[in-house]
């Protein structure tokens, strides 16, 4: 699972990536680039998301250690 995760989450980052070269700075907010934003946040969310999986799996398996 840990190895699917930061698989996940490196997809995640290149998404980032990607989108940042998407994005136009002279016009932010037209076009493409509200595209490119939002698969930024989108992205931004998902890598959050797994890391507070792999966390709350840490400390599962330490509270089964515990028992």
């Known amino acids: 699972m840990k190895i699917f995760t930061s698989i996940l989450v490196l997809l995640a980052l290149a998404l980032i990536v990607f989108n940042i070269t998407l994005l136009d700075f002279q016009n932010p907010f037209q076009g493409d680039s509200i595209v ?3 698969g930024i946040a ?3 969310c998902a890598v959050l ?3 507070i999986f792999r966390i709350s799996k840490r400390i599962e398996e330490k509270m089964n250690d515990n028992r």
């Open 42 to 44: 989108a992205s931004f």
């Open 49 to 51: 998301i797994l890391l």
């Open 36 to 38: 490119a934003f939002i």
